[in-house]
């Protein structure tokens, strides 16, 4: 079954963008107004490393189903 790319783009960014900063938002604020204190330069290198993570393993994995079978 074959998607508009567009259309699953948008759908995706629509869903992730709020979860994602709420995510976010409770690791890096204070217990007082219910998060967890990491501060939002340690989220945001953590969050960075782990999109950068699956960026690499995406364009891996994608490569080599192009090669096809060994």
Not at 9 to 21: K, N, Q, S
Not at 23 to 40: E, H, K, N, Q, Y
Not at 45 to 70: D, K, N, Y
Request: proline letters at 6%; aromatic letters at 8%.
């Amino acid at each position: 079954m074959r998607t508009n790319p567009i259309l699953t783009f948008w759908l995706a960014y629509i869903v992730t963008r709020p979860l994602g900063a709420s995510f976010a938002d409770w690791l890096g604020v204070s217990p007082s107004r219910g998060g967890l204190d990491c501060g939002t330069g340690v989220v945001s290198l953590a969050l960075a490393v782990l999109i950068a993570v699956f960026v690499v393993r995406m364009t891996l994995v994608s490569r080599s189903s192009l090669r096809g079978p060994a």
